[in-house]
């Protein structure tokens, strides 16, 4: 079967470091997509492992361990603007992504 | 360099009336998924079209059904909607066919609400 787990919602303080995790068991694994997406809003694409090992774009980074099934997005700095559901996807086949149910991060002053 | 359109933006239907969702891709790309998003969910994988044909399928059953054109854009046909169907449907457009893993560019959604 298909199974994407991810927090459901995590709080934390303005200019701190926050760490999602997503576990996932998918047939025909081909890597792993993180978007962002904003209340009403469409998901943006943050970043993308296909390979083990730490991916960095600015404040945010994304791990992934393929042998574990596991994947972590890292968000430092965090501002405001970042209050928003983080959804971890697995893509198969011809770019078939299999989405978790999105974690609600919630940024306080 | 317009992003995915879709239209409409929000729609009302009521039980078993039909409904056609649009999606027009980013510029440059030739490949369109379609997903339903239910409220405090996760986008959940309906169909995806290439070369004017549904090349890999999701668990929505047959009264989901879509069409790609020449130009890539792509609609979303739902016959004897249900109460369940209610969601926000998100069009998804990458190049390459799916190839490669390109990211995929969401539109904004069409929201659906069946009474």
């Known amino acids: 079967g298909q199974n994407i787990d991810q927090p459901t919602e995590m709080t934390a303080t303005e200019g701190a470091i926050v760490q999602i995790n997503c576990t996932y068991q998918?047939?025909?694994?081909?890597?792993l997509f993180w978007y962002q997406q904003h209340a009403g809003e469409a998901p943006t694409f943050l970043s993308y492992n296909v390979l083990d090992g730490l991916e960095e774009k600015g404040r945010f980074s994304s791990f992934l361990s393929r042998s574990k099934g596991y994947s972590y997005l890292l968000l430092k700095e965090l501002q405001m603007k970042d209050s928003a559901s983080y959804l971890c996807?697995?893509?198969?086949?011809?770019?078939?992504?299999?989405f978790g149910a999105g974690t609600r991060l919630a940024v306080h002053p | 360099d317009a992003g995915v359109t879709q239209s409409p933006t929000h729609l009302i239907k009521t039980r078993g009336q039909q409904v056609t969702l649009r999606c027009s891709p980013k510029s440059g790309h030739d490949t369109v998924s379609w997903y339903q998003q239910a409220l405090g969910q996760g986008p959940q994988f309906i169909f995806q079209y290439y070369e004017e044909e549904e090349r890999q399928r999701g668990n929505f059953p047959d009264r989901f059904s879509g069409h790609q054109f020449p130009n890539y854009s792509s609609e979303l046909n739902v016959n004897a909607l249900l109460l369940g169907d209610s969601a926000l449907y998100l069009c998804?457009?990458?190049?390459?066919?799916?190839?490669?893993?390109?990211?995929?560019?969401f539109g904004d959604g069409t929201r659906l609400s069946i009474l």
């Open positions: 998918t047939s025909g694994f081909n890597g």
């Open positions: 998804a457009s990458s190049l390459g066919g799916g190839v490669g893993n390109q990211p995929q560019h």
């Open positions: 996807a697995s893509s198969g086949g011809y770019n078939k992504l299999i």
